[in-house]
């Protein structure tokens, strides 16, 4: 009974942790991917992604944007809207 009693707690710090039991083991789900606009990357030196001007009304402010809702699509058609890819230094 008291080992039953510990994998119990075991379990929940590992569900506490972000762990889910998938099959016969405990594994940690990857973050969802993080998008951003890569459109002024190649323009501005030492920029990063960021938001979508669709996001916030704006869409004079992007060459893409107003093609884009002619079209009646968004930001996740846009060829500019992509994962961001983190880099340690």
Known sequence: ???ENDLR???????????EWKGDEWVKPAPPETYG?????ATYE???PDG???DIGRAVDCVYAQQLLREGKGRDDCHEWRP???VSA
């Open 1 to 3: 009974m008291n080992e």
């Open 9 to 19: 707690k075991a379990a929940q710090k590992l569900q506490a942790l972000g762990y």
């Open 37 to 41: 606009c890569h459109c002024d990357l």
């Open 46 to 48: 030492g920029q990063k």
């Open 52 to 54: 979508c001007v669709l």
């Open 84 to 86: 961001v890819v983190f």
